[in-house]
Each structure stands twice: as structure tokens, then as C-alpha cells.
């Protein structure tokens, strides 16, 4: 019984000893007594760690930036032009400019843009003005002003090419004879819509005073004439075209503007062999002089002097002077001293041979008309005092009195209007004998009437000193005195 316990008791032990070797290979069985107990220990399994996934890369978008875009194009007679895309980032102005040396030229003209993208943009442009090439410049305009934040800094700048379909106004006008109608003629053109040729005197290459115009349209039929105020005229004349912008048919030099062909005007310059005209006024012959106002000239040629012999026809020359080609104003003429008659008579002589010669009678024969001979000019030299005034224009100046003609030194003078009548003196000037013109009066503004009157006196105390002792000029015992009207502007 004791032996079967001791045999249960060994069985437990060494199956308790075999479960803690299953339980952990690790562990060292030793005799209970000396046995230490340790906790088990587990070993750990390391589990791999997910790839962490990075974001994917934002694509970044582009900033907008100006631009501009216009295709090469024709242009007609309608100047349309056809600008494709415009984007702007501000209120801006797309500027156009012509073609010089390759860079912008002259302005054209201008359109606002809106901020943003606009397609498809229509404007005119004057066709006349234009280039084969234009350019085109894009500008800010925040403040919406019509005028560039920065003119010299374009946000864009671009040039396109155009086609021209345009119908170029023309002129054509030959050189001519002119008769004493004034007829002129012109001999061709073309305009776009209603126009006017102008005549213009040529002065210095330049258009001076016009003499003449006549309305013009597509349909007018050439050669046609016209008629010019050919005394004022010269041989060398230029004709221009302008536009009739202003009432249909009336011809306004304010309002009716040159035509224009990239910025100039269409001008033709041509010749006419004017009638022959002498402008002289009945005047005293003063220190064996006389003066001609008005001399026209077709070539260079001589003013020849007259006298008369007795019967009403001219006699001996008695003074010559030389012209120049064209208009010659008050053309001073020397005189054989005590040579002239109470009539002098002018005929104008060609300058044939030797130019600034006169070798008359040899060459330089009097100029003939159709192969005759035409009557000289004449004028008197035993004259009373006069003068020649006209109305004029009210300003702050001076007034203009055209001419005064006087044996004797003497004074202009200008009274204002009274009741109908001469009031009081208000302006005078000295003028010497002879013929004076254009002579300009000061006169006391304060005092000036609508209506004014311009005397003559004689220079008969202190000489150039005015004062009560220069009495008024007679004729057949009336005083020399002449009215003229102030008008407004």
C-alpha cells in the first residue's frame, strides 16, 4: 500500500516535470528544491509596415496673360478691319498706328477693351490713311480715361499685313492757258464721295490763297471746267482735293478738310498762262517814282513805263523795271525826272535774251496775245487825294485802311460815328506822299462805334506830330472822309 502510493507519487511528479517541458522547450528541470520559477516569455512576430502613398503633384495653371490677335486681311473702300481675339487683364485701349522704317508711325486711332477675353472685334479705319503694314498696341487703361496708364510700356504689340482694295482719290490737271473767263480746265479724277477740287496759288511749293473750287462725286464726268478769280491768281498753281464734310454743296474751309493718302494731302501742281493784268492806281508821280500794285508775269519779263503822245495812244518809254516769273507786288518803277504826261501807259515785254538785260528794242519785244499786239494799261498821274477803306472784321487790333493816295505827306485818321456823323478822333497815323497801303491806325477800344469813318488830313504843324493845326484834306472843297462798318465774328 505505501509502495503503491510512493509509485502515484513519483507518476504525478514526472508527468507535472513533462507538462512544464511542453509548455517551454527553454526551461531547465531540476530537483524541486532548487527549482526557480520564471515567467514564460513570447517571442514577438515583426508584421511588415504598409508603403505609405505620397499625394500625387498638383499641375500648376497658368497665370492668364494679355494677347492679341489679328490675322493679315484686305482692306476696301469700307475701312473694315477684323481684330480676332483680344484678352486683357484690365480696361485697356488697342491702339493703331501706320508703318515707318519698320516701327509705328503715325496714329490712327483707338478702341476701349474690356477686361477679359473678346473675339471677333470690328472697327473702320480711314482707308486713305493706312499702310501695307499696320501696327497694334494693346495698353491699361485702369482708370477707363481713354488714355494709356503707361504710353511708353504696351502690354502687347503686334503688326499684320493688309491687302488694299482701295480706290485712291485722284487728280489730273495738264498745264493750260487761261483765258479772261478764268476758265480752267481739269482733265481727270476719281473720289470716293461727294469732294471738292480746290485751287490753291503755289507759293513756295506750298498751297497758298485759294482762287477757285468746284464740287466733285463719283460720277462726275471729265474733262470738265471750272472757273478761278484769275487776277488773284498766279502762274503756278497747286489743285487738292478735300472732303465736303460740311453743308452738301457749300464749300467751307472750316469744316471741308484736305483729303488725305497716309497723312497727306492729294495735291497736283500745274501751270497756267494767265491774261495778261496790271493792278495800278491813278497816283502823283513822287521823287520820279511810281508804284504798281499787282504785276503778273508769265516768265520772267519787263514792266514797261509810257507816256502819252498827245492823242491818247503811248509814245516814248520813259522808265522800266524787271519781274519775276509769277506775281510781283508793289513793283517800285523809276522815271526819266520831269519825262511824265498827266497819262502813263504800261506794257509788259518779254526778258528774251540776256535774263535781267532790258535790250529792247533789239530783243525783249512787248509780249503779243494770239499775234497782236493788246492795249497797254494806263493810268493818271495828275490826281486829287484818296483812299480806299473797307469794312473788316471787329477785333483788338489796329484798323486796316487798304490805301491812301496823297501829293503831300499827311495823316489817316479815324473819327467814331455820332448821331450819323463824324464824332471823335480816336486813332491817327502819318503817312508819306504818294501811295501808302494796308496802313494800320491804333485806335482807343473804349471809344470804337459799329460804325467808323476814315479822313485824310493834311501834315501841316509840327511835321508827324497830329494836332489841331492838320486840317482835314479837301476835294472841291469837301473834306476826304470815308465810312466804314465794324462786323462780329
Same mark, same amino acid.
Not at 198 to 209: C, K, R, W, Y
Not at 356 to 369: C, I, M, S
Not at 429 to 444: D, K, Y
Not at 446 to 469: I, K, M, N, S
Given at each position: 500500500?505505501?509502495?503503491?502510493?510512493?509509485?502515484?507519487?513519483?507518476?504525478?511528479?514526472?508527468?507535472?516535470?513533462?507538462?512544464?517541458? @511542453?509548455?517551454?522547450?527553454?526551461?531547465?528541470? $531540476? *530537483?524541486?528544491?532548487?527549482?526557480?520559477?520564471?515567467?514564460?516569455?513570447?517571442? *514577438?512576430?515583426?508584421? &511588415?509596415? &504598409?508603403?505609405?502613398?505620397?499625394?500625387?503633384?498638383?499641375?500648376?495653371?497658368?497665370?492668364?496673360?494679355?494677347?492679341?490677335?489679328?490675322?493679315?486681311?484686305?482692306?476696301?473702300?469700307?475701312?473694315?478691319?477684323?481684330?480676332?481675339?483680344? /484678352?486683357?487683364?484690365?480696361?485697356?485701349?488697342?491702339?493703331?498706328?501706320? =508703318?515707318?522704317? %519698320?516701327? &509705328?508711325? =503715325?496714329?490712327?486711332?483707338?478702341?476701349?477693351?474690356?477686361?477679359?477675353?473678346?473675339?471677333? #472685334?470690328?472697327?473702320?479705319?480711314?482707308?486713305?490713311?493706312?499702310?501695307?503694314?499696320?501696327?497694334?498696341?494693346?495698353?491699361?487703361?485702369?482708370?477707363?480715361?481713354?488714355?494709356?496708364?503707361?504710353?511708353?510700356?504696351?502690354?502687347?504689340? /503686334?503688326?499684320?499685313?493688309?491687302?488694299?482694295?482701295?480706290?485712291?482719290?485722284?487728280?489730273?490737271?495738264?498745264?493750260?492757258?487761261?483765258?479772261?473767263?478764268?476758265?480752267?480746265?481739269?482733265?481727270?479724277?476719281?473720289?470716293?464721295?461727294?469732294?471738292?477740287?480746290?485751287?490753291?496759288?503755289?507759293?513756295?511749293?506750298?498751297?497758298?490763297?485759294?482762287? %477757285?473750287?468746284?464740287?466733285?462725286?463719283? $460720277?462726275?464726268?471729265? &474733262?470738265?471746267?471750272?472757273?478761278?478769280?484769275?487776277?488773284?491768281?498766279?502762274?503756278?498753281?497747286?489743285?487738292?482735293?478735300?472732303?465736303?464734310?460740311?453743308?452738301?454743296?457749300?464749300?467751307?474751309?472750316?469744316?471741308?478738310?484736305?483729303?488725305?493718302?497716309?497723312?497727306?494731302?492729294? *495735291?497736283?501742281?500745274?501751270?497756267?498762262?494767265?491774261?495778261?493784268?496790271?493792278?495800278?492806281?491813278?497816283?502823283?508821280?513822287?521823287?520820279?517814282?511810281?508804284?504798281?500794285?499787282?504785276?503778273?508775269?508769265?516768265?520772267?519779263?519787263?514792266?514797261?513805263?509810257?507816256?502819252?503822245?498827245?492823242?491818247?495812244?503811248?509814245?516814248? #518809254?520813259? %522808265?522800266?523795271?524787271?519781274? $519775276?516769273?509769277?506775281?510781283?507786288?508793289?513793283?517800285?518803277?523809276?522815271?526819266?525826272?520831269?519825262?511824265?504826261?498827266?497819262?502813263?501807259?504800261?506794257?509788259?515785254?518779254?526778258?528774251?535774251?540776256?535774263?535781267?538785260?532790258? @535790250?529792247?528794242?533789239?530783243?525783249?519785244?512787248?509780249?503779243?496775245?494770239?499775234?497782236?499786239?493788246?492795249?497797254?494799261?494806263?493810268?493818271?498821274?495828275?490826281?486829287?487825294?484818296?483812299?480806299?477803306?473797307?469794312?473788316?472784321?471787329?477785333?483788338?487790333?489796329?484798323? #486796316?485802311?487798304?490805301?491812301?493816295?496823297?501829293?503831300?505827306?499827311?495823316?489817316?485818321?479815324?473819327?467814331?460815328?455820332?448821331?450819323?456823323?463824324? %464824332? @471823335?478822333?480816336?486813332?491817327?497815323?502819318?503817312?508819306?506822299?504818294?501811295?501808302?497801303?494796308?496802313? =494800320?491806325?491804333?485806335?482807343?477800344?473804349? =471809344?470804337? *462805334?459799329? /460804325?467808323?469813318?476814315?479822313?485824310?488830313?493834311?501834315?501841316?504843324?509840327?511835321?508827324?506830330?497830329?494836332?489841331?493845326?492838320?486840317?482835314?484834306?479837301?476835294?472841291?472843297?469837301?473834306?476826304?472822309?470815308?465810312?466804314?462798318?465794324?462786323?462780329?465774328?
Amino acid at each position: 500500500m505505501l509502495r503503491r502510493f510512493s509509485f502515484l507519487f513519483l507518476l504525478i511528479l514526472f508527468l507535472a516535470a513533462c507538462r512544464q517541458e @511542453e509548455s517551454d522547450p527553454t526551461v531547465i528541470v $531540476e *530537483t524541486p528544491a532548487a527549482a526557480t520559477p520564471t515567467l514564460p516569455t513570447f517571442a *514577438t512576430s515583426t508584421l &511588415p509596415l &504598409p508603403t505609405p502613398t505620397l499625394p500625387a503633384t498638383a499641375t500648376p495653371t497658368p497665370e492668364p496673360q494679355p494677347a492679341l490677335r489679328i490675322d493679315d486681311q484686305r482692306i476696301d473702300d469700307s475701312g473694315r478691319v477684323l481684330i480676332q481675339t483680344v /484678352t486683357s487683364l484690365t480696361p485697356s485701349l488697342l491702339a493703331f498706328y501706320t =508703318e515707318s522704317n %519698320g516701327e &509705328p508711325g =503715325e496714329f490712327l486711332t483707338f478702341i476701349s477693351i474690356p477686361m477679359g477675353t473678346s473675339d471677333q #472685334i470690328e472697327l473702320t479705319l480711314n482707308p486713305l490713311q493706312v499702310t501695307d503694314t499696320l501696327f497694334v498696341r494693346l495698353y491699361a487703361d485702369t482708370n477707363q480715361d481713354n488714355i494709356p496708364d503707361d504710353p511708353a510700356a504696351p502690354l502687347v504689340q /503686334t503688326a499684320f499685313t493688309l491687302d488694299l482694295a482701295v480706290t485712291v482719290p485722284t487728280l489730273i490737271i495738264n498745264d493750260q492757258t487761261v483765258d479772261e473767263a478764268g476758265q480752267l480746265r481739269l482733265d481727270g479724277g476719281t473720289v470716293i464721295g461727294p469732294s471738292w477740287v480746290v485751287i490753291h496759288n503755289e507759293v513756295n511749293g506750298a498751297p497758298g490763297e485759294i482762287v %477757285g473750287f468746284y464740287p466733285l462725286t463719283p $460720277e462726275t464726268s471729265y &474733262p470738265l471746267t471750272m472757273t478761278i478769280r484769275w487776277r488773284e491768281a498766279v502762274p503756278q498753281m497747286q489743285a487738292m482735293l478735300y472732303h465736303d464734310g460740311g453743308e452738301r454743296g457749300r464749300f467751307d474751309p472750316t469744316t471741308d478738310m484736305p483729303l488725305l493718302r497716309q497723312g497727306q494731302p492729294i *495735291t497736283v501742281s500745274f501751270r497756267a498762262s494767265l491774261p495778261l493784268d496790271v493792278t495800278v492806281l491813278d497816283q502823283p508821280v513822287i521823287n520820279n517814282q511810281i508804284v504798281i500794285e499787282r504785276v503778273i508775269s508769265n516768265g520772267p519779263g519787263w514792266l514797261v513805263v509810257y507816256t502819252d503822245d498827245g492823242s491818247g495812244r503811248p509814245n516814248l #518809254i520813259i %522808265g522800266y523795271t524787271h519781274l $519775276e516769273d509769277g506775281l510781283n507786288t508793289a513793283v517800285t518803277v523809276s522815271l526819266q525826272p520831269n519825262a511824265h504826261t498827266s497819262t502813263l501807259y504800261i506794257w509788259l515785254h518779254e526778258d528774251e535774251d540776256t535774263i535781267g538785260t532790258f @535790250e529792247y528794242p533789239r530783243t525783249d519785244a512787248a509780249v503779243r496775245l494770239n499775234g497782236r499786239l493788246p492795249l497797254p494799261f494806263s493810268f493818271r498821274t495828275n490826281v486829287n487825294n484818296y483812299l480806299i477803306a473797307r469794312d473788316q472784321m471787329l477785333t483788338d487790333g489796329p484798323i #486796316i485802311v487798304s490805301h491812301a493816295v496823297t501829293v503831300e505827306s499827311g495823316w489817316v485818321v479815324i473819327y467814331n460815328d455820332m448821331a450819323g456823323e463824324p %464824332g @471823335e478822333i480816336i486813332g491817327q497815323t502819318w503817312i508819306p506822299a504818294g501811295v501808302s497801303r494796308e496802313i =494800320e491806325v491804333l485806335v482807343a477800344m473804349d =471809344e470804337v *462805334t459799329p /460804325t467808323l469813318y476814315v479822313a485824310l488830313h493834311r501834315d501841316l504843324g509840327q511835321p508827324q506830330q497830329f494836332d489841331e493845326a492838320d486840317l482835314s484834306m479837301l476835294v472841291s472843297g469837301r473834306a476826304i472822309i470815308v465810312p466804314i462798318f465794324l462786323l462780329d465774328n
